[in-house]
């Protein structure tokens, strides 16, 4: 049976027009497979029409794999017990014979891996409709789009993608007219469900990838990092198209951080879990451009940065009206909003760390009647709202976006800021010498210690590099080269490392709120407008501009007993990084020289410093 006949047995005309209308064949080839592997009761194309993102939703309602609440526009979904956030394990690359991937990254053969996801998704969807969208990457009709096709049962996926993505039916339309192009494809099967449809067989969830023909396959779950394909898994894929253009890829949000008179400078920033990322994106008086995920490319001569995404799925977790007034604003007002796996009483939604009391009794992710106390199938007590919960919301619906964000040219960014979580070594901020230095020695020896909510040993340091480590589809080497010669000749945006997280005597040495200064002095050196200390491995603040901002800022009295315990240059510690980095890049076989020189160089300043100053050097004697 041909393309077209496959097509026409299981779409009505309309549907059928159009997917005929783009006028293109790969995709006509990617949905006839579909239907013939997984053999759909009938399949379903949308378009950009809001009245087709609006039956997604509906349809959603009507499969209850969402849930109306209680305020007009939101619903809740849950996931099952075991599938509450990615999977590493099962997340493979497929690897043709003929090519070699980092061992660092999870693979299988591309053969072995294709026949296993396609005996999985085998009839997946038979007696369900098969659901056809098409999305965005970046603004439409910009340099940075990349149009995607998305293939599912799950209404819930298409709704979240309506909310998190730009339409991209018409850009589709657009690019197809000017001959073959690159798309990204998606095709998920849900799987088996129970009565709560949620996935059944969990210990046969898939997610592979196939970076030869920019495609992810996954099944056997629900959650939105593994089935909303736009997300990180097409980040694995924009990392490997980025590399072969000439562009850049990254786990960053985007800002405008305010300055005087007016002024305004684009910031980008990659923290890992748990690190401030979402807190740095959000501060109050700021605003915000993107919360996740970035490209960047030279346009006009400039370092250009764009949010691919059009809205947020973030954890929940901790969200209160103190903390987080613009999402809790969203979070409480008619709109639309996605809850996800969060407790559920009277039809409102409760979850950890809100500030509210949280009733011992309701919905929720283990149990359709939770009470306090209640243990999961594992034996472990249970949460009323899972840690990894989350919400959906987006970005047009935020008080706080930039009036920007949806720029097709992009952001010009200013500074490129890398943060982790770090409790006894570096200084809560910093300036790199050089692109090269705080690429090597900020990005590329980016560490965080481990939390509560981590699996395994809290306060373990894993090393990730610009954050991005989970989902790089290349060598360490090769991604570290593409960044520090992307864009070379141009004027590149300084460098700067945070930490948040600095203690002694087992409490914190800043308020949360502290890093509203932090930016505020960033802002001021990209313009030039303070100067700095050398601290052997960066530039710091000085008291007196740090004493000026924290006023002006936090309207709070900065004190010299603070920042000598803040700035404190600690070189055993300094020299202990370098040294666990000296290992785990001797494992990196394409490590650049540029990185080993970088260290060279830091560890032979702080040995100098040692040698003049001390081990322990307080900011006032540099």
């Known amino acids: 049976m041909d393309i077209q006949s496959i097509l026409k047995s299981k779409m009505d005309e309309v549907s059928l027009s159009r997917l005929l209308a783009l006028k293109n064949e790969d995709a006509n080839a990617f949905v006839a497979r579909a239907i013939e592997l997984c053999e759909p009761e009938k399949v379903w194309v949308g378009t950009d029409d809001e009245a087709d993102a609006a039956r997604c939703r509906q349809m959603a309602i009507d499969n209850r794999e969402e849930l109306p609440l209680a305020v007009p526009g939101h619903t809740v979904h849950f996931d099952s017990y075991y599938d509450q956030g990615r999977n590493p394990e099962v997340t493979k690359y497929l690897v043709p014979k003929s090519e070699t991937l980092d061992p660092k990254l999870k693979q299988i053969d591309r053969d072995q891996g294709f026949a296993e996801i396609e005996d999985l998704q085998r009839g997946a969807y038979k007696g369900r409709t098969m659901l056809v ?29 309506d909310m998190l993505y730009r339409k991209g039916y018409e850009e589709f339309k657009r690019q197809s007219a000017r001959g073959p192009f690159e798309f990204f494809r998606f095709r998920h099967c849900t799987g088996k469900v129970t009565e709560r449809m949620t996935c059944k067989d969990i210990e046969r969830s898939r997610v592979y990838i196939d970076y030869m023909h920019n495609t992810v396959y996954s099944v056997n779950t629900q959650y939105a990092g593994n089935t909303v394909g736009l997300k990180k898994l097409s980040l694995r894929l924009a990392i490997r198209k980025a590399d072969r253009e000439g562009w850049l890829a990254e786990h960053m949000f985007i800002m405008g951080a305010h300055g005087p008179g007016g002024r305004k400078t684009y910031l980008c920033g990659a923290y890992p879990s748990a690190c401030g990322k979402t807190a740095t994106a959000m501060i109050p008086g700021e605003t915000i451009a993107g919360d996740d995920l970035a490209y960047f490319r030279v346009i006009d001569g400039q370092f250009r940065a764009v949010n691919i995404e059009a809205g947020i799925f973030g954890i929940i977790q901790d969200v209160n009206a103190k903390g987080d007034p613009v999402i809790w604003d969203v979070l409480h007002h008619p709109g639309e909003v996605i809850f996800g796996n969060v407790l559920v009483k009277d039809n409102k939604p409760y979850w950890l760390g809100m500030g509210e009391e949280i009733p011992t009794r309701g919905m929720n992710y283990v149990s359709t009647d939770w009470t306090e106390g209640t243990k999961g199938p594992d034996g472990e007590e249970t949460t009323p709202s899972h840690k990894n919960a989350r919400y959906t919301v987006r970005m047009q619906d935020l008080k706080n976006k930039d009036p920007e964000w949806d720029n097709p040219n992009g952001l010009p960014i200013g500074g490129i800021i890398y943060g982790g979580r770090d409790s006894d070594t570096n200084v809560p901020v910093r300036e790199a010498y050089s692109w090269e230095h705080g690429i090597c020695t900020m990005g590329a020896m980016l560490e965080s210690e481990t939390t509560a909510a981590t699996t395994g040993a809290q306060g373990v340091r894993k090393w990730n590099v610009m954050s991005n480590m989970d989902f790089l589809s290349m060598s360490v080497g090769k991604y570290l080269r593409n960044n520090l010669e992307f864009a070379a000749g141009l004027k590149r945006p300084k460098v700067f490392g945070t930490n948040y997280f ?27 407008d303070v100067e700095a200390l050398d601290a052997g491995y960066g530039l710091i603040p000085k008291y007196d501009d740090l004493k000026r901002l924290f006023k002006e800022v936090r309207n709070k009295e900065y004190t010299e007993k603070d920042y000598v315990e803040q700035f404190t240059v600690r070189i055993p510690e300094l020299l202990a990084t370098l040294d666990r980095m000296a290992k ?4 990196v076989a394409d490590t650049p020289k540029v990185m080993l020189d970088e260290m060279a160089a830091q560890r032979k300043r702080l040995e100098v410093l040692k040698a003049a100053k001390g081990e322990y050097i307080p900011p006032l004697d540099l």
Request: one cysteine or more; a positive charge; charged letters at 20%.
């Open 502 to 528: 600095l203690k002694k005597g087992g409490k914190y040495l800043n308020g949360m709120l502290d890093k509203a200064v932090w930016v505020k002095w960033m802002e001021r050196r990209i313009h030039g």
């Open 133 to 161: 969208r098409f999305f965005c990457l970046g603004p439409v009709n910009s340099v940075f789009a990349i149009p995607c096709l998305q293939i599912t049962d799950s209404a819930y996926v298409t709704h979240s993608e």
């Open 584 to 587: 785990i890049y001797d494992t």
